[in-house]
Nanobody
């Protein structure tokens, strides 16, 4: 049974930083690309970043380029999202996802497994 468990969300002031973690179990982690998405109330799910199974390739959304960085530690079955210079409009539920095949992708429908999400709230 595949499980993805996110952690690291919370309340932060504008301009601050958070690092989200997502730990996977029940799959061969380095065979899966990993992605981070977010969804704010009343809005569609938004792609943020993806990383290949080896960690050698990444793909970031323009909206967060330069502020958010995705990375992974295959020895720990964990993917991270470092978020800097946070803004109130970054407030959302952040979810990680796993996609078989190992290559980066941006479309949420191409991901096979999802975590439950973690809330990030940025105060002004």
């Amino acid at each position: 049974q595949v499980q993805l468990v996110e952690s690291g969300g919370g309340l932060v002031q504008a301009g601050g930083s958070l690092r989200l973690s997502c730990t996977a179990s029940g799959l061969t982690f380095n065979n899966y690309a990993m992605g981070w998405f977010r969804q704010a109330p009343g809005k569609e799910r938004e792609f943020l970043a993806s990383i290949s199974g080896s960690g050698g390739n990444t793909n970031n959304a323009d909206s967060v380029k330069g502020r958010f960085t995705i990375s992974r530690d295959n020895a720990k079955n964990t993917v991270y999202l470092q978020m800097n210079s946070l803004k109130p409009e970054d407030t959302a539920v952040y979810s990680c996802a796993a996609a078989a095949g190992g290559y980066t992708r941006t479309r949420d429908k191409t991901y096979n497994y999802w975590g439950q999400g973690t809330q990030v709230t940025v105060s002004s």
